[in-house]
């Protein structure tokens, strides 16, 4: 039985010697995608000097006769402003060579001159406060992002900024998800069935740890029918929930014995989550066996799941910080993973939290991991 700690270190370093693999995808299919290695920006942003306002590019001091406008859309190398001109502009346009600065619309007003319209200005010029300037965001070269950074929707965009068009991206680790359990069914289940709520969270809840769940299958509660569906399983990295416990019907533990697996992890000193193993097989897949109890596997998931995809990511395994929150009337004693949301500045424990439950944790917002006076925070990663 190992410490919660001590476990998560252990799975994260299993993780590490099953690193994913390295996919090139567009920009459009990147989102959510972790990056294979620092990203460098192809082109300076902004690609040439352009207005920040709606106004006129001006040079020397007012007032100034009105030229032509200047358009977004417009190429860079347009006429010069010569000394006492001023070009209606528009944000985004490039700003002609020779603008001292760009006069906000707001801040000048339109006269008639005798060789036409004049602009002067109502307001102290601030030279080039609203000129964006070629390369003022990034230089062409800069490091834009680095190796394991999430592709968010933010970062798709400051990408396509820089001219970037596909991505170097860590493929998410492919997965089988093995339900046992010879009463398990589906909605439809029967009198004594009981309905299988693992299968269908494990693909949202893997992909928001960052791998991706290729086929989720069932197997009943015997040795050679859980060792066929991992013999059969085509991934690296395989999950299975139930029978992990001691009980007669408990089949994992001897169908990692038939398959000669060594077993890295055999149980956590924490409630609900203390029946769980992590094996390596011969082949070199991994096994992670969730106890049934759903909560249980959800905690589970959690705390040794989401190291291991951690370490085949490469992305560090941060340690979970001290709960710095007041933490209410949470139970202090033994080691415990308890559902909470925030409630007026404390962590608040969820109702409906026993092993076999899930609808504490589906509104929960962090796990709170107590072990006496010692407290830790995990932030729900679907949050
Ligand atoms: N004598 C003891 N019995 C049990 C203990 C204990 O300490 N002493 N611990 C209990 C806890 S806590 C857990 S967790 C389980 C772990 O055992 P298993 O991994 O063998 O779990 P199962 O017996 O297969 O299932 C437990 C429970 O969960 C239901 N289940 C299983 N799979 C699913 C699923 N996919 N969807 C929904 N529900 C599922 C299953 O029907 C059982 O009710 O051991 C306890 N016993
Ligand atoms: O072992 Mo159970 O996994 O404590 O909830």
């Known amino acids: 039985m190992k410490s919660w700690q001590d476990a998560r270190e252990l799975a994260y370093e299993v993780g590490r010697r099953h690193p994913a693999r390295t996919l090139n995808v567009p920009l ?13 920006a192809e082109r300076s942003v902004p690609r040439f000097d352009n207005s920040a306002m709606d106004g006129w590019a001006v040079a020397g001091d007012g007032p100034w006769r009105e030229g032509e406008p200047v358009l977004a859309g417009m190429a860079p190398g347009i006429v010069p402003l010569t000394p006492g001109e001023a070009r209606p ?125 290729a086929t989720a299958v069932r197997a009943l509660d015997h040795a050679d029918d859980v060792a066929a569906a991992i013999a059969r399983a085509r991934t690296g990295l395989l999950i299975s929930s139930g029978g992990t416990a001691h009980g007669p019907a408990d089949p994992v533990r001897e169908a990692l014995a038939r398959l000669d697996a060594r077993l890295v992890i055999d149980g956590v000193a924490l409630r609900p989550g203390s029946s769980v193993l992590l094996a390596e097989l011969p082949d070199g897949r991994v096994l992670l066996a969730l106890p049934g109890n759903p909560l249980a596997a ?18 560090p395994l941060a340690p979970l910080p001290p709960c710095p929150l007041p933490l209410g009337e949470l139970p202090r004693h033994g080691a415990k993973a308890i559902a909470c949301v925030r409630e007026e500045g404390a962590l608040v424990a969820v109702p409906h939290q026993r092993s076999g439950m899930l609808r504490g944790i589906a509104t929960a917002t962090h796990l709170v991991l107590t072990e006496n006076a010692d407290a830790h925070l995990l932030r729900l990663p679907w949050e």
């Open 89 to 213: 502009i528009a944000t985004g346009a490039p700003v002609p060579p020779g603008t001292s600065t760009v006069l906000r619309a707001e801040e000048g007003i339109l006269e008639s001159g005798p060789d036409g319209m004049l602009v002067d200005t109502i307001a102290p010029l601030d030279a080039g406060r609203d000129i964006r300037r070629c390369g003022e965001e990034a230089e062409s070269g800069d490091v834009l992002l680095e190796r394991g950074a999430r592709l968010t929707p933010p970062a798709i965009g400051l990408l396509a900024a820089a001219g970037i068009a596909s991505v170097d991206v860590l493929a998410p680790p492919l997965i089988t998800a093995i339900a046992t359990g010879d009463e398990l069914a589906g909605p439809e289940a029967g009198p004594g069935q009981v309905t299988d709520a693992l299968s269908p969270l494990m693909p949202s809840l893997l992909s928001s740890l960052g791998g991706r769940c």
């Open 298 to 315: 959800v905690v589970d998931l959690l705390l040794l799941g989401w190291p291991l995809l951690c370490g085949a990511l490469g992305t």
């Open 28 to 40: 459009g299919r990147a989102a959510g995608l972790r990056l294979a290695a620092d990203l460098r």
